[in-house]
């Protein structure tokens, strides 16, 4: 049985002579063509062997899945996604978006050569860090900064410069842990220093700190903002403006990893809470990082600012050179700097400022553009536009709602999971939140150049609600 089953099938040469596949050998590399016929002859020979099928798909079967593979393969796998969400830092959906103005840029430093190591007064060697650490230091208020990968880097090399070896004190209520693999008791393991915790889940004193530093030979304050989780009721933390005292008093070293920080104080996008890291400073931390892609707005960094003999510590630190910042990185956070020389440009040209500073009648006018968009495009949809609670994500603020609006699309027969697997199977695919029978398109997070596109998606919901009605 097996036997004869394998005897129908095609051969590999006469696969291969078809008109379809000599066709396709034209447009893909010959290997690749002959790879993925084999990949999908292979396995029909294993279902047949497995006992799975009962009769052999014909040379057109053959022909149209290894056609079907190829296009597949020939996408790219990261691509542009539209971000219905309304969550503005979506870790999911990369975050920050940077815009095209900032690519434009990118574009220009990085398609050819660039100066990124290289002096061009001195015609010597130069630092990559150099491009960004001036204005670092104007928008923090710093001595001397220094870039790196990203922010848990920063905290690791923070740690590993100026408290390995050392007793470090944490609060037991910024214990946190951030996107599954980050907690901040095994990275202050991994970098060498001895986690002493202080105070209670809900209540840390200054007086906890000042017993750790007395009694159990602490020389480390370490500060941690709690991005992605709120604790209230019976709650009391200490500042870092009490815990300086305390630092200066028994010659301690005050760090503070911010996580997220803006460059301005966030009333400037309209909002109560988030952290500057210039406050953070003033107030006497010897040291702060925080994130270049959470409420800066910027590429993937972590940025470490503080004291000069810190800093230079840090830059020598041989650990820093497998954790520092990329060219595209560099060249995206030095346009985001630029625009930070002012607070109004930087709400307006960054564009996760600029989702932040949107108020709810911007997001209500916008979501009545889209959905007059999406009836243009699929006349007959129920569309109506309704109230969104947007949020900043990304662990940055927890907590904060910003109200705005969506246009919510019925999903007629199909339920709401149908409805958005065909949005996000979509060449561009459009990523909701889906309520009961509803996806909800938040514009928040939808750029006015997008729309067209989002309108295509739910002319394809539309296409999608209609076959269903045929199919029940
Ligand atoms: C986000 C965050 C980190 C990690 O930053 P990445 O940029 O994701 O590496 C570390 N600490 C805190 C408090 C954070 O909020």
Redesign the pocket.
Known sequence: MNGELMRKLPKVDFMLGRDRLREAAARYPYAVVKDTLNAVLTEIREKILAGGISSVPGPDDIEETVLHRLEEGSHFSLRRVINGTGVILHTNLGRAPLGGEVLDHLKEVLSGYSNLEYDLSTGRRGSRYSHVEEMLCRVTGAEAAIVVN????A?FLMLNTLAKDRKTAVSRGEL?E??GS?RMPDIMGASGTELVEVGTTNRTRLSDYADAVRNRDVSVLLK??R??FLISGFTEETEIRELRDLALEEDCILLF?C??AFAYPPETVGLREGITARKAIREGADVVCF?A??LFGSA?A?IIAGRKACIDRIRKNQLTRMMRIDKLSLAALETALLYCRDPKLAAEKIPALRMMASTEEECRERAERLKKRILEEAPGLDVSVTLAEDEIGG?AIPGVVLPGAAVSVGTGSLSGEEADRVLRGLRVPLVTRIKDRAVLISVRTVEDGEFDDAASACAALAARIREHRVEV
Not at 150 to 153: E, F, P, Q
């Open positions: 990203n922010n848990a880097a905290v946190v951030i996107g980050f941690v903002h991005s992605n990893d996580g997220a994130s892609d959470k993937q972590g662990g």
